[in-house]
């Protein structure tokens, strides 16, 4: 048997708390012997988000679970997009482009964030502010 998760829950991760909000990363190479993606459940605290940014090597999806925001993607001939998104909203950004988040609501915003290929989540950890709380629950 594997030491890898197949069923797998926020306390069964490390949490990466920034001052925007908390990364709980359910499968990434270190969680599940997942081999192309990572798939994270995003918690955005209202009025604050992703600053602009790009991940060079990856694509990504975030589905919103709950709360509203605004959803920004910048298109390679310079060209801006910005979108009121909720519930039920799946943005695709491509590959390299910039893009932000930001939680226009009053509750927490909860988004689940996909990269395609996984890569992203790591570079997160190394962010200068963010905390690592480890899993609440053991894997024994």
């Known amino acids: 048997m594997s030491d890898k998760l197949t069923f797998i829950e926020p306390a069964d991760t490390e949490t990466q708390v920034?001052?925007?909000?908390?990364?709980?990363?359910?499968?990434?190479?270190?969680?599940?012997?997942?081999?192309?993606?990572?798939?994270?459940?995003?918690?955005?605290?209202?009025?604050?988000?992703?600053?602009?940014?790009?991940?060079?090597?990856?694509?990504?999806i975030l589905y919103v679970i709950s709360g509203k925001g605004l959803q920004m993607v910048e298109f390679t001939d310079g060209s801006q997009v910005e979108k009121e998104i909720g519930a039920g909203t799946m943005v695709h950004i491509p590959t390299a482009l910039f893009h932000s988040t930001i939680n226009t609501g009053d509750d927490t915003m909860e988004l689940l964030a996909i990269y395609a290929p996984f890569g992203p989540e790591a570079e997160l950890r190394k962010l200068e502010g963010v905390q690592l709380e480890p899993p609440t629950r053991s894997r024994d």
């Open 18 to 60: 920034f001052d925007w909000g908390r990364l709980n990363w359910l499968s990434e190479p270190g969680v599940t012997a997942a081999e192309r993606f990572s798939a994270g459940v995003v918690r955005l605290e209202p009025g604050k988000g992703h600053d602009r940014h790009n991940h060079p090597y990856s694509e990504e």
